[in-house]
Nanobody, 115 residues
Framework: QVQLVESGGGSVQPGGSLRLSCAAS????????MGWYRQASGKQRELVAD???????NYLDSVKGRFTISRDNAKNTVSMEMNSLKPEDTAVYYC?????????WGQGTQVTVSS
């Protein structure tokens, strides 16, 4: 019922910046929260940041002050500005959308931070 398309991943040097975007389509009025998870090699998937339909945000402690999540007025897109990137931010980042019935995932986009 919901489709998610991600963009903005890539390779950057430490201290650099990237902006990830996720566009939702389908039954978007049922979405109450969207955000980003990441999964590094050999590690579990973890919540990086999310934002509810009411505008409340939540961040992983290690990205607070560096990453900023936002959404558009139609609540059908979500973006995350990532600044001061560190090698430990390297992971596959997945867009996430939640409804009262199920959770939807994007295909994932690679973010690599290395010198």
């Amino acid at each position: 019922q919901v489709q998610l398309v991600e963009s903005g991943g890539g390779s950057v040097q430490p201290g650099g910046s990237l902006r990830l975007s996720c566009a939702a389509s389908g039954n978007i009025f049922s979405i109450y929260a969207m955000g980003w998870y990441r999964q590094a090699s050999g590690k579990q998937r973890e919540l990086v940041a999310d934002i509810t339909s009411g505008g409340s945000t939540n961040y992983l402690d290690s990205v607070k002050g560096r990453f900023t999540i936002s959404r558009d007025n139609a609540k059908n897109t979500v973006s995350m500005e990532m600044n001061s990137l560190k090698p430990e931010d390297t992971a596959v980042y997945y867009c996430n959308a939640r409804t009262n019935k199920r959770t939807y995932w994007g295909q994932g986009t690679q973010v690599t931070v290395s010198s």
